[in-house]
């Protein structure tokens, strides 16, 4: 429990004193607030799990103005609300307004330690499945954009409704929906795949539904389609949007209904979850008609839009170790370290091919490198037409940036009592990027406040 922080927003001196003394004895991680400004300060400054909030908190109407605050802005915390009166009324609206639960002062000092044990089991065993899920998923990405797309993945593994995974081709739509069917009910079977560019229109109806022995000229036996393959299972139909319109109308009916007919059979039910992604533009297809409307809306039950590798260039840097890492060990190739040249390189270019052809270029590097870390010159292999080596000019200019970007972020951590989180909001880029950065030029916070 030593790394559970707990908020106590209460104006009673003595309430808060006692209340601190029990709960610092179970190992929790007291920080007292006793108005609403060193409330709203503490919630900024720290990160809390818990929070033990008086409804009756003065400078408010009452505690559920505050509730209503922490609940829509700090929504990881876990909020009880303690009030004097008791009444149910108050319980009922409390826990209404997201509140996890209501107490009535004075709460017994084991009630109370008994909840708060339990809220500590219950905060320990989040925190094991979400370190599960980042496992599970099995993508890289420190970055805002990133962290979004794993949030989405993880609510749409927990439930049955059909997924649409857009991005341009190489940004990992394959890898999401592997993830995305790896954490849910379905995941110890193995997810069934079709490449919708790869099937010949005639014959789109046949292999997604199947047929009848006798159903048409050379239908000589019984086949499965495969969504009865994919029955009590995921499907993955990668490229969606090459369905026929045809096949797309028919689709609306396994989606809505559960059932599919084969081609000369009866109709039948199934229980197939539909995945889907696209690297095309949907809103022509849809002005064309070439995409359905009413397929569109009911197979974008959730859409999860992988940003190009270009519109979050922070992620770079740890792809590229990991592309590194991975092929060095399937080789069995001694690691390879990134030299800092060739990073910034790498971090400059736009990636039209995203994060595929990150990877291709690493392996290259691999391949080319003469010593224990790659180069510039190893990444572009025998091609060096997109490169000029740096004047001594330039590196000498590119020496002064980054000092000035090291005294620069000293001063803006100084000039925020070394909060990195309110650095990173005023610097405008990501809190992970100005963790990096500080890590870097060895930049020491306790110094800066």
């Keep these: 429990m030593k790394d ?55 400078a408010l109407s009452d505690g559920f103005q505050l509730l209503d605050e922490v609940h829509e802005n700090f ?50 065993s989040q925190r094991k499945a979400e370190a599960f899920a980042k496992t599970a998923i099995g993508m890289i990405g420190s970055s805002g954009a990133m962290q979004q797309v794993f949030d989405s993945i993880l609510r749409a593994s927990r439930y049955n409704s059909p997924v649409l995974i857009t991005g341009e081709t190489g940004v990992g739509k394959e890898l999401a929906a592997h993830a995305i069917h790896r ?37 000589l036996k019984n086949r499965k389609g495969y969504f009865e393959f994919a029955n009590e299972n995921s499907l993955f139909l990668d490229e969606v949007t090459e369905l026929p319109s045809s096949v797309q109308a028919k689709l609306l009916r396994v989606i809505s209904e559960g059932e599919i007919q084969k081609l000369g059979g009866k109709i039948q039910k199934v229980n197939t979850r539909i995945i889907a992604a696209s690297n095309r533009d949907l809103a022509p297809l849809l002005e064309s008609g070439e995409l359905r409307e009413d397929f569109f809306y009911r197979l974008n039950a959730l859409q999860i839009v992988i940003p190009p590798l270009r ?32 990073m910034n390189w790498l971090c400059e270019q736009d990636w039209r091919g995203n994060a595929r052809e990150l990877r291709s270029v690493i392996e290259r590097g691999v391949i080319f490198a003469k010593n224990d870390h790659l180069t510039v010159a190893d990444l572009l292999g025998n091609d060096h037409s ?58 020491n916070i306790k110094e800066q406040l």
């Design 386 to 443: 997109s490169y000029t080596p740096e004047e001594k000019e330039d590196t000498s200019l590119h020496s002064v940036v980054r000092q000035f970007e090291k005294s620069y972020i000293e001063y803006s951590l100084r000039a925020h009592n070394g909060n990195v989180t309110h650095t990173a909001s005023a610097l405008g880029i990501d809190k992970s990027n100005l963790f990096k950065k500080i890590s870097h030029y060895q930049i």
């Design 311 to 342: 519109e979050r260039k922070d992620d770079i840097p740890d792809l590229a170790r990991h592309f590194s890492t991975d092929f060095c060990n399937r080789n069995n190739i001694s690691p390879k370290e990134i030299s800092f040249q060739a």
């Design 4 to 58: 559970i922080r707990v908020l106590l927003a209460d104006d009673d001196l003595i309430y808060c004193k006692f209340v601190s003394d029990i709960l610092g004895s179970e190992g929790f991680l007291v920080q007292v607030a006793n108005t609403v400004d060193q409330a709203f300060k503490a919630l900024a400054g720290n990160s809390f799990q818990i929070m033990l909030l008086d409804m009756m908190f003065p």
């Design 75 to 124: 929504p990881e915390t876990i909020i009880l609300m303690i009030s004097g009166s008791g009444q149910i009324p108050d319980a009922v609206t409390a826990i209404k307004n997201g509140a996890f639960d209501f107490l009535q002062k004075p709460v017994p000092p084991e009630q109370l330690r008994l909840r708060l044990r339990t809220l500590a089991a219950y905060i320990e």
């Design 183 to 219: 954490l849910s009910s379905h995941g110890l079977k193995s997810m069934v795949c079709i490449n919708c560019a790869s099937v010949p229109k005639e014959l789109f109806e046949s292999e997604l539904f199947g047929y009848e022995q006798g159903a048409f000229t050379g239908a």
